[in-house]
């Protein structure tokens, strides 16, 4: 292999380990968005209010946004997953001369049980999170707002119809 080849090899490996850690720091943002629910609850009467809005209002809004935030994040590491999935194809094609290379790529992504096993726990892990900030925080803004339960409905609904569509379309993509 040459100096050149192999050059590309440890670039495009260490590109590959990078965005693996990406999903590590997506994933502190994530529970972040859940120490943010927990702060609101516990400080929800000391958050000061915005002039002419009430601190109600305010503390609602904020919380209403973090399932959209969660779901934002859940697309994030599905990119990221995507591109490490585009390099290791890469690898697979260009590297193909390489028996070691051919045999981990193939590993990695062939839809074993062990593979898919891991794909499944990831968008499980991921979309759990996700609708369990969904869920604990429409809770509290309706503990603090209840007149805003038809608001708080119909966004479940279409975040719900968002991430099934959304799994249905791009998860089994993964397992090809």
Sequence with gaps: MSELRVEHFKALKEEHRQYLLQVQQLWLYKLSTLGVIIAAAIFNDKIVSINGIETKTVVALGIFSLPVLSFLIDLKVLEVGLHVKFISQHLKENFSD????????????????????????????????????????????YTIKPEWLIYLIIVAVISASAVLITSLKIIPKLFK
Excluded: P
């Design 98 to 141: 390489i028996a070691e290379i051919q045999d981990w790529e193939a590993k990695l992504w062939s839809g074993t049980k062990f593979s898919s096993l891991r794909t499944v726990l990831t968008i499980i892990s991921a979309v759990g999170t996700s609708f369990s900030i969904l869920v604990i925080s429409f809770l509290f803004v």
